[in-house]
């Protein structure tokens, strides 16, 4: 059993990842030991992005900036990846169980939907999907949310949660996501700052 499985490493997915892997080795008893798996069948829009607009992000492509971010998760450590897809989610008193196309059976505590805003087919769970009114581009979808949760401890993030399509906001809300949930593992209000070394 997985403490939380993110559905979708694009933008919004991996940000998250990041800042929950971030959460160890800092002397946190809490956080020691967490496991995290990332579900991803690389179809990210970042990978037709060339990205001039990020914030403090020299110029790159999108798939530059993925791999960039994937390794910063590497670094921190605790985060597995598979590249199933995600087909069906079904709630099992508290816990989530995750079924892949592969036919495997994951299960997790907190669940955090990533998986864009270009459909989405995932079944078994009650969920108002409507049309994206941030898109330009008709037919593109959310999940209605409040505060990014949709029941509880399962959570919808990026352009699937209704942001705007860019890079900053849908990562934002990851990390937003992220920090909810280790709030809730931490018992009290948290954030996640590094200082320089000497
Ligand atoms: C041509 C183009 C240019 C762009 N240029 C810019 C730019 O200059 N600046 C900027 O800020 N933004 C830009 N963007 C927007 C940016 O790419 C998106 O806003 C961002 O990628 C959205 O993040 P996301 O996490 O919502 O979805 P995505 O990054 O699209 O990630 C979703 C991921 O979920 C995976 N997935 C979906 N369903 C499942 C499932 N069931 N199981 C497992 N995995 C699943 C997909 O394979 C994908 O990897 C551009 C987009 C495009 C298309």
């Not at 403490?3 to 946190?28: E, F, H, K, N, Y």
């Not at 209605?144 to 509880?152: A, L, T």
């Not at 399962?154 to 906001?169: D, E, K, R, Y």
Request: charged fraction near 25%; aromatic fraction near 8%; proline fraction near 4%.
């Amino acid at each position: 059993m997985y403490d939380v499985i993110i559905v979708g490493g694009g933008a919004s997915g991996l940000a998250c990842a990041l800042t929950l892997a971030s959460s160890r080795g800092r002397g946190w008893n809490w956080a020691e030991g967490r496991t995290y798996l990332v579900f991803d069948t690389g179809e990210s829009d970042l990978h037709k992005a060339y990205l001039k607009n990020v914030p403090g992000v020299q110029p790159m492509t999108g798939t530059q900036l993925l791999e960039v971010i994937k390794e910063q998760i590497k670094d921190w450590g605790g985060v597995e990846f598979s590249e199933e897809k995600v087909v069906e989610i079904k709630k099992d008193g508290e816990v989530y169980k995750v079924y892949t196309e592969a036919g495997k059976e994951y299960s997790a505590k907190y669940v955090v939907l990533a998986g864009g805003f270009k459909e989405f087919s995932i079944k078994g769970l009650e969920l108002e999907v409507v049309e994206n009114p941030k898109s330009p581009k008709p037919g593109r979808v959310m999940i209605k949310h409040i505060d990014f949760e949709v029941m509880p401890n399962l959570f919808v993030v990026g352009t699937l949660a209704g942001l705007s399509s860019h890079f900053t906001s849908c990562a934002g809300s990851g990390v937003e996501v992220a920090i909810e949930i280790l709030s809730r593992m931490a018992g009290k209000r948290i954030v996640i700052h590094d200082v320089p070394q000497d």
